[in-house]
């Protein structure tokens, strides 16, 4: 049997064989899950040297195990990074990387269209002394205008939720580099399977495990990606102690030393080696559920209920173009209003097929009524300055027979029984 060559092969073939070629225990192709919160030594020079990170090892499963290991190797590989940390979820790791990395007095630049979650997190972060300016990051100059001296980083989405607008990656990237500013690229909603950040300058690279990587709504989980482009010898909030060797490792150390050491953000051994299962099969999900998706926004948008559909592989959509030259695919997400500011509620219960839930980047259709729920904490008012409608419905689509989902929205919005 021929030796094989990982580096010829292509991303679905280097997930699936990722664990085994790295040397399982027992000849096994899963990495198994290492339950162990300790990790002991033969003697305490080499307990020290894992402390002081001058060995490799596990010490404290705080700080990760074997198993979290595995899956922190897979996603680099997707991402084409320098090094990954995981988290126990998308939200840690977005928590993680501005806390760990920001201080009072620092400027953060932010798309104004970020998820609910990530914009009450910003609110928190003024609370802390960190200025926060949320911009229209579909268009580069918008976060341009907004820099300061005090500016430190930019964070955007690939594809907002849930009103999928594309942010200007590209343009944002060059700015980026030009300023000096880490660039953080939260890429979710497309996954590594559809785009790579890197490709358009991002400094770090933010997935929510959970969704698309995973996507089998069984385990929580996230993950920050260093790509290698941004100068961390140059940054000034790197603490003294975490200034030592090779300066291209020091952003992801200290990330990883205060957001997984002192904040606890810890993912377990058991969702690790469930996300990472999950992970074999990302390429041929988000394929299905990206056709799926195509197909039901261009039935919705023909239908004489639907005012407005938002789905990056419409025409219609305003970054459509961009959408296009950027990804590979235009992903599981589309929002839509139903005409006359229609109430929305009736409509999603005489759905039959998908599940009235929160989730994304599920195997399954999800549906959840957007003002009512996932943006209701930040008001009516926000809502408005956002674009996004009180009768606006999110829909997270899975890998079902596309007819099936077509035939049941059909039926809900009036056009027919299937």
Not at 38 to 44: D, F
Not at 130 to 156: G, H, N, Y
């Amino acid at each position: 049997m021929s030796k094989p060559d990982p580096a010829r092969w292509g991303f679905t073939t280097r997930t699936v064989h990722g664990d085994r070629l790295g040397g399982v225990e027992h000849g096994g192709i899963h990495k198994p899950m290492h339950t162990s919160v300790q990790y002991g030594y033969a003697n305490a020079a080499e307990l020290i040297g894992v402390f002081q990170g001058e060995i490799a090892g596990f010490n404290y499963a705080r700080q990760g195990t074997p198993s979290v290991a595995a899956l922190e190797a897979c996603v680099n590989r997707m991402e084409d990074g320098r090094g990954t940390i995981c988290f126990a979820t998308g939200m840690a790791a977005i928590v993680a990387v501005f806390t760990t990395l920001l201080k009072a007095g620092d400027h953060l630049i932010a798309s104004k269209f970020v998820f609910g979650n990530t914009n009450s997190v910003l609110g928190t972060l003024q609370g802390l002394g960190i200025r926060v300016s949320m911009v229209d990051a579909t268009d580069a100059a918008e976060v341009a205008a907004a820099v300061t001296p005090q500016t430190r980083m930019v964070f955007v989405e690939t594809v907002a939720n849930p009103r999928t607008q594309v942010a200007d990656l590209a343009g944002i990237g060059a700015l980026c580099k030009a300023r000096g500013l880490i660039y953080v690229v939260d890429n979710t909603v497309t996954s590594p399977w559809l785009f790579k950040p890197k490709a358009v300058g991002a400094s770090l690279i933010i997935n929510s495990l959970t969704k698309s990587i995973g996507g089998h709504g069984n385990a929580l989980g996230g993950a920050v990606t260093d790509t290698g482009l941004f100068d961390w010898s140059t940054y000034p909030n790197i603490f003294e102690g975490y200034r030592k060797g090779n300066p291209a490792g020091w952003g992801l150390g200290q990330i990883k030393k205060k957001g997984l050491r002192d904040q606890g953000g810890s993912l377990s051994s058991e969702a690790a080696h469930k996300l990472s299962v999950g992970a074999e099969t990302l390429g041929l999900r988000m394929d299905a559920t990206s056709r799926n998706a195509q197909a039901l926004a261009e039935m919705l948008e023909a239908h004489p209920a639907v005012r407005r559909v938002y789905y990056p592989g419409l025409a219609s959509h305003a970054q459509h173009a961009r959408a296009r030259e950027l990804f590979c695919g235009n992903s599981w997400l589309l929002a839509f209003e139903l005409k006359d500011d229609a109430d929305c509620l009736p409509f999603i219960d005489r759905l039959s097929l998908p599940i009235i839930a929160t989730g994304l980047g599920d195997t399954r259709t999800l549906i959840i009524p957007v003002a009512h729920t996932i943006f209701w904490e930040m008001g009516a008012e926000k809502r408005a300055e956002m674009g996004i409608a009180e009768s606006l419905i999110r829909v997270s689509v899975g890998i079902e027979d596309a007819q099936d989902i077509l035939d049941d929205f059909t039926r809900a919005l009036g056009g027919g029984s299937a």
